[in-house]
T-cell receptor, first 117, second 109 residues
């Protein structure tokens, strides 16, 4: 099956710093990547949809200037949490859609656990 | 608005059978996914249904009725490792995934 990696798998940072999370599709080309956030005991919350070579589409309530998304190639998308605060602590998961597949399955990365002190 | 409903939590016994229901109201329909998510991990794909009927895959089966806006995931011969959250997600007319809140399944010995 298609493989998606994320780096780092976990990160601890001080309040006010910026954190970059990478999402890579390892064995397929992903025209679209999705960024989710999941708080403990809650379901996935879609933050933004990222299409290669174009600006990301953010969901309502998600600050685009705080969560910078770059999808520069068909295999890499990055999420940068700028000026992170403790309330940004969460589990961030990316997923990617495979061009070859006709039924829109999303392949998930393993997630990045962010803790802001 | 778009809505996906599934029970918050279910409990079942090891070796038994459990059915997790999902009902949906979405703008268009282009398929329904079931994902399994263990605590602290990303979701993993279980099944995809786009036509009415039952799809069987080992111990897991998924059923879809488009006219009723209804799906279920059936887990047989439950094992302790099946303790997880099960997420129902519908692909809408814009090919976006609409997620349910997930059903936490607790398996008891």
């Amino acid at each position: 099956g298609a493989v998606v990696s994320q780096h780092p798998s976990w990160v601890i940072c001080k309040s006010g710093t910026s954190v970059k999370i990478e999402c890579r599709s390892l064995d397929f080309q992903a025209t679209t990547m999705f960024w989710y956030r999941q708080f403990p005991k809650q379901s996935l919350m879609l933050m933004a949809t990222s299409n290669e070579g174009s600006k990301a589409t953010y969901e309502q309530g998600v600050e685009k200037d705080k969560f910078l998304i770059n999808h520069a190639s068909l295999t890499l998308s990055t999420l940068t949490v700028t000026s992170a605060h403790p309330e940004d602590s969460s589990f961030y998961i990316c997923s990617a859609r495979d061009l070859r597949e006709s039924y829109n399955e999303q392949f998930f990365g393993p997630g990045t656990r962010l803790t802001v002190l | 608005g778009q809505n996906i409903d599934q029970p918050t939590e279910m409990t079942a016994t090891e070796g038994a059978i459990v059915q997790i229901n999902c009902t949906y109201q979405t703008s268009g329909f282009n398929g329904l996914f079931w994902y399994q998510q263990h605590a602290g991990e990303a979701p993993t794909f279980l099944s995809y249904n786009v036509l009415d009927g039952l799809e069987e895959k080992g111990r897991f089966s998924s059923f879809l009725s488009r006219s009723k806006g209804y799906s279920y995931l059936l887990l047989k011969e439950l094992q302790m490792k099946d303790s997880a959250s099960y997420l129902c997600a519908v692909v809408d007319s814009n090919y976006q995934l609409i997620w349910g809140a997930g059903t936490k399944l607790i398996i008891k010995p």
